[in-house]
C-alpha cells in the first residue's frame, strides 16, 4: 500500500507540474500575441490633419464712405456712410469677378434735396497681383453699376438750374447705369481676410458725363468650403446601383 500511495502522489505531482507549465505557455503566447496587436502609441505615426478645401467663391461684408452725387453735394463734411454686401468669383490666379451691392444711409443736402436714398449693384473684373508672402494681394478693377438716386428736391439754392427738368418741391427719383473704376487691397488669414479699396463711379447727369460719387469701403472677406474633399463626393449618384460609398 505504501509504495502504490507513493506512485499515485508522485504521478498527481508530474500531473500537476505538467498543467503549471501548460499554463504559463499559453500565458507567454497570450502576451506575445497582444504585443504584436497593440503595439506602443508613442510609437505609431501621427494621424494626417483633415486637411480643408475651399471653392472658388467667397462672400464679403463691410461698410464704406462716399460722396454721393458729387456734383450736387455742396456740403463741408460731405462723406456718407453705408453697407455692403458682395461675392466673388475667382477664375484663376490672375482674375475674378465681384458682384457688390452698396446701401448709402439716409442724407439731406440742404436746402436743396431732402430724405435722399441712394443704392447701387455692381459687377468688376479684377486682376490679381501677389505679393511673395501669397497671402496679401493687390487688385485694379472696373466693371458695371446700376444705381438709383430718390429724393425730394426743393429748388432752393439751386446753382445747376435743375428746376428747368424737374420743377420744384417734388419727388425725384433716378436710375443710371455707370462704370466703375479702383483699386483694392487685400490680406488673408486661412479662410478669413480684409480688404480695402477705392472707387469711383462715373455716370451721365443732366448735363453730361461726370464723376457720380467717390468712395473708400473696407471689410471682411470669407472663403466657402468645397462640397468636395480630396475629390471625394458628398452625395451618391441615386442612380448608381452598383457603388453604395
Same mark, same amino acid.
Given at each position: 500500500?505504501?509504495?502504490?500511495?507513493?506512485?499515485?502522489?508522485?504521478?498527481?505531482?508530474? &500531473?500537476?507540474?505538467?498543467? /503549471?507549465?501548460?499554463?504559463?505557455?499559453?500565458?507567454?503566447?497570450?502576451?506575445? &500575441?497582444?504585443?504584436?496587436?497593440?503595439?506602443?502609441?508613442?510609437?505609431?505615426?501621427?494621424?494626417?490633419?483633415?486637411? /480643408?478645401?475651399?471653392?472658388?467663391?467667397?462672400?464679403?461684408?463691410?461698410?464704406?464712405?462716399?460722396?454721393?452725387?458729387?456734383?450736387?453735394?455742396?456740403?463741408?463734411?460731405?462723406?456718407?456712410?453705408?453697407?455692403?454686401?458682395?461675392?466673388? @468669383? &475667382?477664375?484663376?490666379?490672375?482674375?475674378?469677378?465681384?458682384?457688390?451691392?452698396?446701401?448709402?444711409?439716409?442724407?439731406? !443736402?440742404?436746402?436743396?434735396?431732402?430724405?435722399?436714398?441712394?443704392?447701387?449693384?455692381?459687377?468688376?473684373?479684377?486682376?490679381?497681383?501677389?505679393?511673395?508672402?501669397?497671402?496679401?494681394?493687390?487688385?485694379?478693377?472696373?466693371?458695371?453699376?446700376?444705381?438709383?438716386?430718390?429724393?425730394?428736391?426743393?429748388?432752393?439754392?439751386?446753382?445747376?438750374?435743375?428746376?428747368?427738368? @424737374?420743377?420744384?418741391?417734388? !419727388?425725384?427719383?433716378?436710375?443710371? /447705369?455707370?462704370?466703375?473704376?479702383?483699386?483694392?487691397?487685400?490680406?488673408?488669414?486661412? &479662410?478669413?481676410?480684409?480688404?480695402?479699396?477705392?472707387?469711383?463711379?462715373?455716370?451721365?447727369?443732366?448735363?453730361? !458725363?461726370?464723376?457720380?460719387?467717390?468712395?473708400?469701403?473696407?471689410?471682411?472677406? @470669407?472663403?466657402?468650403?468645397?462640397?468636395?474633399?480630396?475629390?471625394?463626393?458628398?452625395?451618391?449618384?441615386?442612380?448608381?446601383?452598383?457603388?453604395?460609398?
Amino acid at each position: 500500500m505504501t509504495i502504490t500511495r507513493r506512485l499515485s502522489i508522485f504521478g498527481l505531482m508530474k &500531473a500537476f507540474r505538467t498543467l /503549471i507549465m501548460t499554463v504559463m505557455l499559453l500565458h507567454a503566447a497570450g502576451a506575445g &500575441a497582444q504585443s504584436k496587436t497593440t503595439p506602443d502609441p508613442k510609437l505609431l505615426p501621427p494621424k494626417p490633419k483633415h486637411e /480643408i478645401v475651399y471653392s472658388k467663391f467667397s462672400i464679403k461684408a463691410g461698410g464704406n464712405l462716399s460722396v454721393i452725387y458729387l456734383a450736387r453735394n455742396t456740403q463741408d463734411h460731405n462723406n456718407e456712410p453705408g453697407f455692403s454686401l458682395g461675392a466673388v @468669383y &475667382a477664375a484663376n490666379g490672375f482674375l475674378r469677378v465681384s458682384c457688390l451691392y452698396t446701401r448709402f444711409r439716409t442724407l439731406d !443736402i440742404a436746402p436743396t434735396w431732402q430724405n435722399i436714398k441712394a443704392s447701387t449693384y455692381e459687377a468688376n473684373l479684377e486682376a490679381l497681383a501677389r505679393f511673395p508672402n501669397k497671402k496679401t494681394l493687390l487688385y485694379p478693377f472696373a466693371g458695371f453699376s446700376y444705381n438709383t438716386y430718390k429724393g425730394f428736391f426743393t429748388g432752393q439754392d439751386d446753382y445747376l438750374n435743375l428746376k428747368e427738368y @424737374y420743377g420744384s418741391n417734388t !419727388i425725384v427719383s433716378n436710375h443710371w /447705369i455707370g462704370m466703375n473704376f479702383g483699386l483694392g487691397l487685400e490680406h488673408s488669414f486661412g &479662410a478669413f481676410g480684409f480688404y480695402i479699396d477705392y472707387r469711383m463711379r462715373v455716370g451721365r447727369q443732366e448735363r453730361g !458725363i461726370n464723376i457720380m460719387d467717390v468712395c473708400y469701403s473696407g471689410g471682411i472677406k @470669407y472663403k466657402l468650403p468645397s462640397l468636395n474633399l480630396k475629390g471625394k463626393k458628398l452625395f451618391r449618384n441615386p442612380n448608381d446601383r452598383f457603388h453604395w460609398f
